[in-house]
């Protein structure tokens, strides 16, 4: 592997000791903050059609495929079993408490990295998710409170790594972390407004409530941005921005492209592994038409994405971070 002037014995190094922790402290940190919009535009939708029953709150479990893990806790995914699980139970994978404890664990392990600012700010984040049982789930107006709070702890770090760190292999990892994460849950956000609402395909393209489609927006602070593009809300319009701009940063394209691009700085080549599973997934992307996805099916397109993400993600994993793997391969 060819990692430029910045020398293969030095780079090495720092992959084993340190690429991978950086990797998943972005990755924690972005995973709490999306959660945190994940559970708002549920509960925004809740709210707006006041309708709270197992159908509704079972699909944002089995988009992360946690039921049986859910089940296991839980006798059913009542309104206040899902936001205990994918908010306060640290057993949860990717509950906000969980991903944040995480991320306060690989913190640790990088003092010399960090700067005393950001690992302040990930020592208080980490604090702000309150001990709750599942019989004692604050109402929705706490729970926006506190993803909003989620929201601006994740800005606030982000900004600061910006501005403090060395634009160097470490930053590049830390970067390649962060819009990998944004990038999968933007699709399993966009996932759920189309999986309980929209469920079947034949459904896909009918006439959809504009109040579905402002509540995802907001989640992923879209709207404004939206408006200024569009005068009215259409499922087109949305999913072309959501998935294929090439200018709003929480777009799944905008994500993968800036991706590919911390992999070619990391490593100073375009042959190795994940840039060119990258660089195929972004033209995939832009091949294809937001009106095909629809009439295909939203929900299977996502679906084959999520697996291609996850393929690159590995990738990642064995060509930088696995120390078995010889700097030579």
Known sequence: MDYGSTGQIGVFFMLGRVADNLYWLSRYIERASNTARFVEASCYLNLDFQIDHREQWTPLIEINEDMDAFLAYYDEPSRDHVLHWLIYNE???????SCLHRARMIAST??????????????????????????????????????????????????????????????????????????????????????????????????????????????IDARETYYRRYSIIGAEHVIEMIIHDHRFPRSIFFCLSSAKRCVLEITSTTTSKPYVELDQLCAELEEVKSAHIIESGLHEFIDKLQIKMNTINLSIYRSFCDVRTSPST
Not at 91 to 97: M, R, V, Y
Not at 112 to 131: G, R, T
Not at 179 to 202: G, H, Q
């Open 110 to 219: 990088l003092r010399e990295v960090l700067s005393i600012e950001v690992f302040q700010q990930i020592s208080n984040v980490s604090q702000l998710i309150p001990e709750v049982t599942p019989h004692t789930v604050p109402p929705h107006h706490v729970i926006f409170s506190l993803c909003e709070q989620i929201k601006k702890a994740d800005m606030l770090i982000t900004g600061i790594m910006s501005k403090n760190m060395e634009r160097g292999i470490g930053y590049n990892f830390w970067r390649l972390g962060e819009y990998l994460e944004r990038a999968d849950k933007t699709s399993r956000l966009l996932n759920v407004n189309y999986f309980y609402l929209l469920p079947d395909v034949v459904d896909v393209g009918t006439s959809v409530e504009d109040v579905q489609w402002s509540a995802l927006l907001q989640s």
């Open 91 to 97: 057993e949860s994978p990717n509950s906000i408490k």
